[in-house]
Every structure is written in structure tokens, then in C-alpha cells.
């Protein structure tokens, strides 16, 4: 045998190391991708979708056309699909048509494999298939029922457009669509443009087909069909945009208030943004039993409870909610769909941006609602959520669908509007207002990334854009602490921050955010306002203005910061008394805020916090009387003493009686917004913490009247009192109110009704409750209320968190599928190691099982380990307030601020 040359061997080796390439690639293709589909494979470039869309069918058949840009030659391509049946494919290049094999995985792909490899080059990629249209889950085309008539639509955001047809389901891919609906003909079919041909079939059914879109990423594509009504709201905006509001059949007056501020909202929109509303018409569909609003071009998508309500049972609260929810979903039409996050990394720059200027918008439209208290109140919430070890970083990183899942959270709403909210405040109003438009203007009908937004929004101000990384890059709430310090007739603070961690956390304090700190201060007659930007751990800051020593520093200046203040203890005594008068409604609410947190990591005495409440609780502004009851209330479970329970509810009643029976139960002619709007929550704490009996005995008599006669209870009013009267309710009561239930036609007074019917103290009652989420009596998604209505209170806490433990598997097939992610917050009101243990063993490997469930998990079990701390540290400062407590003393202060 001649021996080969080491050149042969070489060569010979080599030529099988690319043999065995080429195989491992061939194997690797038919292999699903991990997460993110292969960019560098294939991409799409338009997509034309044809379906037979039936309510009241369970499936739907449907058809796809995806032109694609192949990258590289490949024998497979990969789709997103989930629950779909393909039944053929094919692919069409220049070379002619070749047919697909179907590989088919169990979640979130589908593959199609060729003969011989495809590419590069343009192709079009065609699917027959058919789909389900669920009634469980509203994810991918469902279907919900109202009175004897069954509506389809579509939901297709985070990643249930796989669920619908063959797709690049991911954000970056952004391309037009064209859709053709096949649907009974009597029936309305809306899509995101408008209709340009509609054609009889002959057979009952009729075909519509729908002008191209603008380029899209599937999770903004939306259909509807069904025998609706289209309420005329007129036109607004620069190119006079046709609105209407699109509700189900016998329905048209509930849409009036809707239809009435639609349009103010879409032009105070085009005027801040200085480009017209992008798309061809606006459609605003009301969607049963839904808890979803959607920003879908064309045709936003809302909760029926928020978009309807007859004129005569509308409140003030639910206008208000609608106002603002319209605005956030009107404002994703340029911020979200004009220009999309390039991935769910970036959500925040939808989902922050359109809260931040739903509240903008509102504050403009309605000034004298306030709505910046509510936007403050919203950001102090998201710092409590900031403030665990398991909370999110604005711009997580994405690694799994459960980290989609959990982007969609207080953190990317709340936290992301406040901080544009801070650096606004710091830029300036009309700076920041060019930046966005700039970025919308540079990045319109494409994709962007939180980089690109912030170059786009701070130009050459590298210092802004490095601030503003700081809090999106980095979990935390920063709490920075100052100390005033003056010399002659020089005034200075000392600054320093550290990441804010409640007692019991195992955080770790050394973070350091880039942080916009603005103050407020006496400067001779007048008052100044001054900003730094603090980024070491340490500071100091001069106050340039202050002609001598002030007398007080607001060191949050009209609440516009996303921190935390720790003042010294004389100096936050101050404040809250003798120099109250001069902070701005935001800047009380927010230091009270402040208060009630810092009782939460120890800095303040909970028992001090108490003793400072009931001034402030006289304070003329409701939002202000609200804001004490983060500190004063739900404190009887877990901080005070059995032989105190008396003692606290008397200093419940010395706080807030007077208000309360100044305001009453029923609605007065005349009467300002704010007592209407403060008149339930004074009520609910008279009936239900300081248990009076003449505010239960009211509760009792106004909801038997309310039986017979809905206009016997004002609207506002309607759930305080069904809930108040539920607490101290008997077994009769409890019959009437399901009785009611049974028979209601209006879903959010069915709703009120179940969560009425979950909040009866009597176990007994709870026992008889809680069967009944497991039946057909009510839709699923409304009998959840009574579940969480029983675990809300202690008495029937342990019912609740049973009864889930002993029928776990036919919960699970009751609800909504991802529901089980959220059933840990059943354990969520525990406060002791016993129950915490249990949780952790029970729901570990159930719950997590369900996208995003991991997370809430850990976020329930750190809740209770902060209430156990808590609990531990503050309770003997409770005890020796009550202890000390005078009611008689209290009492005779009453009229002093």
C-alpha cells in the first residue's frame, strides 16, 4: 500500500471537515431556532392574509402570502406558528414553485424544508392552514359573547400573531400588510385601513378586503367582525380623520362620552407632536369582559368597562380613566407604531412614552382635574415595586417569553413615564418637545432602539443621555439624603445616595444613578428653584438664590424626581407642620409618600408617621386625605395589638369622622368633583376599618334600597357600598347579591357584584362563595373577582389560598390559561414564615410553569418577607403611639392645621 503524502492527508482531512459542515448545517436547519428567528436568514417584506372568520366557530381557515428576502441559500425556512394545523406550503421564486414539507414543533414554530436549498434571492412564501378562535384566552384571534351574540377579535401583542397565521412574530420586523377577511354578510369586518372593495359571495357569506397598511410588525395587525354598531365621533386632526366607536349590538348610547372626546384628545396629540395622526381612520372597539386596551393603527382596541357606560350610571372616576386611557392608546400611533421599539427590551419607549403623555394630554385637556397627582401617585407605585430585589430593570435584558411577559409592568409604564417626566422637568419643556419630535421625524414608519432615542433627545448633551441610561440600565430607586448647612449668609445641602431597600431586603445599598435633583427654597420675597445633576455618591449642592439661611428646602421640587428624600428628623417634622403651607400640592403629596416608604425601611418610626397624619388628613385637598391613608390604614392585621384594635379604630374615626360626615353617603346638588371623588374612600374607611356602625348601618340600608331602585345610590357610589355592605353582610344578603349578579346585563356592575360577592367576612359565606368560580354561572375572566375578593381579607384568607391548593388543576382549566403565573398573589396578603414556606413549596413548579410565572413568584415571596420585617421592626412603635394615644386630645385639636 502506497502511504499518502502529508499534503494528501491534508487536503483529505479538510475536504471531509467540510463534508461534516455541510451536514451538521443541514442538521442545524431542520433544528427550531432557540428564541429569536435568524435574521441573517431570511427576512419579510410584505405579508397578504386571507381568512374565514365565523362567531361562534371554534376555528377559523386562513391563508398567507409572505414575500421574503432570503439572505443565504437555506433548505429550511422558519416561521413563528403556534396552534395552527398547516395543511400545505409552498415556496415561489424565480426558479418556479416548490412545495414545503411542514415541520411542526409544539410552541412558537413552524418549519418549512425544501428539496434542495432556497436563496438568496426574493421569494413568496405561501400557507394554507387553519386556526382556533378562542374563548378562554384573549391571545390570537378569540371570540367573547355579549347578551345572545358572539364578537371575534384579535390580540396579538406580546407574541400571539403566530397564533393567527405564519409569521416573523418579533417588533424589528416591520413591513406592510394587506388583509381579506371572508365573513357572514350581515356581519361588520374591520381591519386597520379602511375597506376598499366589499363583494357578495351568494352563500350568505361576503368577502372584504382592506387597503395595504403602512409598514407594521405583527403584533400591531388587528381584525374584528361582528354584528356591531358604529357610532359616528366625527373627524379631528390636520386631515379631518374620521373617528368612530365600535361597540357590540345595543350599545350605541353607552359609546356617547366616548365619541365626545375622542377627537380634542387626537388633535392636543398632533399638536405636541407637530405631525399629523399617520394612519387613514380610527376606529375605537369596545370588546366584552375584556381587561385589555391595544393601540392597534387604526383600530385601538379597549376594555368594554372603560370605552361604555350608560350616561345616567357614568361616574367621574371611570371618565377619567377613559380620558387618559384613550390618550396613552392614541399616543402609541406615534409613539409605538409611527416609529417601534426595534425589540421588547426597549417596551419602555412605547408603553413609558404613551403614559407619559396620556397624562400631558390630560393635564392640558382637563387642568382642573389634577391628573399630574394621579401621574405622582402612579410613579411613588412603581417605586415600591423598584424597590425589591426582584424588581426589573427598565431595559431588561431578553432572554425567554417570560421575560416578555413580565416587560409589561408597573416599571415599564410607570417608572418609564417618570422618568421622562424628571428629564423633562431638567431640560426644559420646549427642548425636550424638539427632541421627541426630531425622533419621531428621524425615525418614522421604521424601528429605533432606547440609544437612538436618547441621541435623537439630547443631541450633543452626552450628560443627559448617560443620566438617563443610569435609570433605564440599573433596577432602584435612588434615596438621597440632605442636611442643610449654612455659613454667614451662605446656604448649602449635603447630598448622598444610595439605592432605597425596605427593612428585611438582601439588596445591597452601593448604586450609583446619574440623578436630575431639583430644589425649592426662600430667596428674599420670592422663592427659587435649582437643579444639579448629582452623579457621585456624595455632593454638595449651593443655593445661589438664598439670601440668607432658609427656612425650609423642598429638596423634590414640585415632585418632578424619580427618588426618594430623607430629610433629619426636625427638619421632616418642619415640613409636615409649621412650613407646610408652603409646599405645592405635588410636593405634599410626594413627602407624605416619602413618609409612608421610609416607615417601610426603618428611617421614620411608624408610630411617628401615625402621629403626623392627622393634620395632614385635614388638609383641604382630597388628594392629600388620600395620600394619609398610606400611612394610617390596613395597619389592624398585622401592627397592632389585639388589646389595641379598639385604641387604632378610634384613631381612625378621630381622623377622618369629621370629613366623612361632612360628605355623607349620598351626593349633594352642586357639590364640587373632589367630594364626590373623596366621598368612597372616607366612607369605606368609616364602615370598614373604624367598623362604625352608623356607616355600616348605611351601607346595609343604601344597598337594599339600590336592590329596588339603582338611582337610590349615586354611581360613585355604587361599589364602596356593595363592598361595605358585603363585609358586615349575613347570608341573605349574600343570596340577594348573587341573585342580582345572575340577572345583571352591565358588566361592570356584574363585576362590582362578584368582587361584592368574594368580600363577605363570614367564612361561613366565603365557603359558599368560592365553588362558584368553578362553574358555568358567570364568564371565567369575571368570577376571578370573587377568588381574589375572598383572599383580600384575613378572615377568609385561608379559604382562598385552599381552595386554590385543593382544586389547582380545575382552576387552571377554568381560567384563562397564564393565570396560573398570577395565583401565587392569592398567598400574597401573608405576613409570617409559616404561610411564606408553604407558598414557596406549593406553587414552585406550577405556577412557574405559566409565562412570566417565575417572577411573580419571587415577587410574592420578597413581599412577605418584607411584611415579616416590617412587622418585626415597627410594630412596638405602633403599640406605644396607641399606647400614648388620646382621643380626647385629638379631638380637641381638630379644627388646627
Known amino acids: 500500500m502506497k502511504k499518502a503524502s ?27 431556532p432557540k428564541f429569536r428567528l435568524p435574521a441573517d436568514l431570511a427576512v419579510p417584506v410584505r405579508y397578504a392574509l386571507d381568512m374565514t372568520i365565523v362567531p361562534d366557530q371554534d376555528s377559523f381557515n386562513g391563508s398567507v402570502d409572505v414575500k421574503i428576502d432570503v439572505k443565504q441559500a437555506t433548505p429550511v425556512l422558519w416561521l413563528n406558528a403556534e396552534r395552527l394545523q398547516i395543511k400545505e406550503a409552498s415556496l415561489t421564486t424565480d426558479g418556479g414553485t416548490v412545495p414545503a414539507r411542514i415541520l411542526t414543533e409544539p410552541h412558537d414554530y413552524a418549519g418549512f424544508q425544501f428539496d434542495r436549498p432556497v436563496g438568496p434571492g426574493a421569494a413568496t412564501l405561501h400557507v394554507t392552514y387553519q386556526g382556533e378562535i378562542n374563548r378562554k384566552d384573549q391571545q390570537g384571534i378569540f371570540q367573547m359573547k355579549d347578551g345572545d351574540q358572539w364578537y371575534v377579535y384579535s390580540q396579538f401583542e406580546q407574541i400571539w400573531a403566530r397564533r393567527a397565521f405564519p409569521c416573523f412574530d418579533e417588533p424589528g420586523y416591520k413591513v406592510p400588510w394587506q388583509m381579506t377577511l371572508h365573513v357572514k354578510k350581515d356581519q361588520a369586518a374591520l381591519s386597520n385601513t379602511h375597506i376598499i372593495s366589499e363583494t357578495d359571495n351568494g352563500d350568505g357569506m361576503k368577502t372584504v378586503k382592506f387597503a395595504e397598511t403602512p409598514p407594521l410588525p405583527s403584533y400591531l395587525v388587528a381584525l374584528t367582525v361582528g354584528n356591531m354598531e358604529l357610532v359616528d365621533a366625527g373627524t379631528a386632526g390636520k386631515k379631518n380623520t374620521k373617528i368612530r366607536i365600535v361597540v357590540p349590538k345595543g350599545h350605541a348610547v353607552e359609546a356617547k362620552y366616548a365619541a365626545e372626546t375622542s377627537g380634542p384628545i387626537l388633535t392636543l396629540l398632533e399638536n405636541y407632536f407637530g405631525i399629523p395622526y399617520p394612519y387613514d381612520k380610527l376606529d375605537e372597539v369596545a370588546v366584552p369582559l375584556s381587561g385589555l386596551s391595544m393601540e392597534h393603527p387604526g ?146 414608519w421604521r424601528n429605533a432602539t432606547s440609544a437612538e432615542f436618547l441621541a435623537a433627545l439630547a443631541g450633543d448633551d452626552h450628560d443627559v443621555a448617560a443620566a438617563f441610561s443610569s435609570f433605564l440600565d440599573q433596577p432602584g430607586v435612588p434615596l438621597i439624603s440632605t442636611k442643610l448647612e449654612c455659613n454667614g449668609g451662605s446656604a448649602k445641602l449635603e447630598l448622598s445616595q444610595a439605592r432605597f431597600f425596605p427593612l428585611g431586603s438582601s439588596g445591597t445599598e452601593t448604586q450609583l444613578w446619574k440623578v436630575p435633583f431639583c430644589v425649592r427654597y426662600p430667596s428674599g420675597s420670592d422663592q427659587a428653584r435649582q437643579c444639579v445633576l448629582l452623579q457621585q455618591q456624595a455632593g454638595e449642592m449651593e443655593l445661589s438664590k438664598a439670601s440668607s439661611c432658609p427656612d425650609w428646602v423642598d429638596a423634590n421640587a414640585d415632585a418632578d424626581g424619580y427618588y426618594r428624600v430623607l430629610y433629619p428628623s426636625a427638619v421632616l417634622t418642619s415640613l409636615l407642620t409649621t412650613d407646610y403651607s408652603v409646599l405645592t400640592l405635588p410636593e405634599k403629596v410626594s413627602l407624605i409618600g416619602d413618609v409612608s416608604a421610609l416607615t417601610g425601611n426603618g428611617k421614620v418610626p411608624l408610630g411617628q408617621a401615625l402621629a403626623l397624619a392627622p393634620p395632614l388628613a385635614r388638609d383641604p385637598a382630597r388628594q392629600v386625605v388620600n395620600k394619609t391613608m398610606e400611612i394610617t390604614t390596613g395597619l389592624q392585621d398585622n401592627m397592632v395589638e389585639p388589646n389595641l384594635v379598639s385604641r387604632y379604630r378610634q384613631y381612625l374615626s378621630d381622623v377622618y369622622r369629621a370629613r366623612a360626615h361632612e360628605l355623607g353617603w349620598e351626593s349633594k346638588p352642586g357639590e364640587s368633583d373632589d367630594n364626590r371623588l373623596l366621598r368612597p374612600s372616607l366612607a369605606g374607611v368609616m364602615a370598614d376599618q373604624v367598623e362604625d356602625p352608623e356607616a355600616i348601618a348605611e351601607a346595609r340600608r343604601l344597598v337594599l334600597a339600590w336592590f329596588d331602585d339603582r338611582k337610590a345610590v349615586s354611581p360613585d357610589m355604587v361599589g364602596t357600598v356593595l363592598v361595605s355592605a358585603a363585609q358586615h353582610g349575613d347570608r341573605a344578603l349574600f343570596d340577594r347579591m348573587r341573585a342580582a349578579a345572575t340577572s345583571e346585563k352591565d358588566e361592570n356592575i356584574r363585576g362590582t357584584l362578584l368582587f361584592a360577592l368574594g368580600s363577605f367576612r363570614d367564612p361561613e359565606i366565603a365557603k359558599v362563595a368560592l365553588p362558584i368560580v368553578l362553574t358555568d354561572q358567570f364568564d371565567s375572566r369575571e368570577s376571578l373577582n370573587i377568588l381574589f375578593g375572598v383572599a383580600q381579607l384575613t378572615k377568609t384568607r385561608d379559604l382562598a389560598y385552599d381552595f386554590v391548593k385543593q382544586n389547582w388543576d380545575a382552576v387552571i382549566a377554568k381560567f384563562p390559561t397564564d393565570t396560573g403565573a398570577f395565583l401565587p398573589f392569592v398567598a400574597g396578603g401573608y405576613c409570617d414564615e409559616q404561610h411564606r414556606q408553604d407558598a414557596k413549596s406549593f406553587f414552585d413548579g406550577r405556577s412557574t410553569k405559566y409565562t412570566g410565572g417565575p417572577r411573580n413568584l419571587a415577587q410574592m415571596l420578597e413581599g412577605i418577607d418584607l411584611c415579616i420585617a416590617y412587622k418585626q421592626a415597627q410594630e412596638p412603635s405602633v403599640t406605644e403611639f396607641l399606647e400614648k394615644y388620646d382621643s380626647n386630645a385629638a379631638s380637641g385639636s381638630a379644627g388646627s392645621k
Open 6 to 32: 502529508i499534503r494528501t492527508l491534508v487536503v483529505c482531512f479538510a475536504l471531509i471537515g467540510t463534508l461534516l459542515s455541510a451536514r451538521a448545517q443541514t442538521n442545524d436547519s431542520t433544528t427550531p
Open 299 to 444: 383600530l385601538i382596541t379597549h376594555s368594554g368597562f372603560i370605552i361604555m357606560r350608560k350616561p345616567d350610571e357614568d361616574t367621574l372616576s371611570r371618565q377619567r380613566e377613559w380620558v387618559s386611557v384613550c390618550a396613552h392608546e392614541m399616543a402609541h400611533q406615534w409613539f409605538g407604531d409611527l416609529v417601534t421599539t426595534a425589540w421588547w427590551d426597549d417596551i419602555w419607549l412605547n408603553e413609558g412614552f404613551a403614559s407619559w403623555m396620556a397624562n400631558k394630554i390630560v393635564n392640558e385637556y382637563h387642568p382642573e382635574w389634577q391628573m399630574n397627582i394621579s401621574e405622582l401617585n402612579g410613579y411613588q407605585g412603581a417605586m415600591y415595586n423598584d424597590q425589591l430585589v426582584t424588581a426589573r430593570q427598565v431595559r431588561q435584558p431578553i432572554l425567554s417569553n417570560d421575560d416578555i411577559a413580565n416587560a409589561f409592568d408597573g416599571i415599564t409604564y410607570n417608572k418609564g413615564s417618570a422618568l421622562l417626566n424628571m428629564f423633562e422637568t431638567y431640560m426644559g419643556p420646549e427642548r425636550f418637545r424638539r427632541g421627541i419630535q426630531r425622533y419621531l421625524k428621524q425615525y418614522e
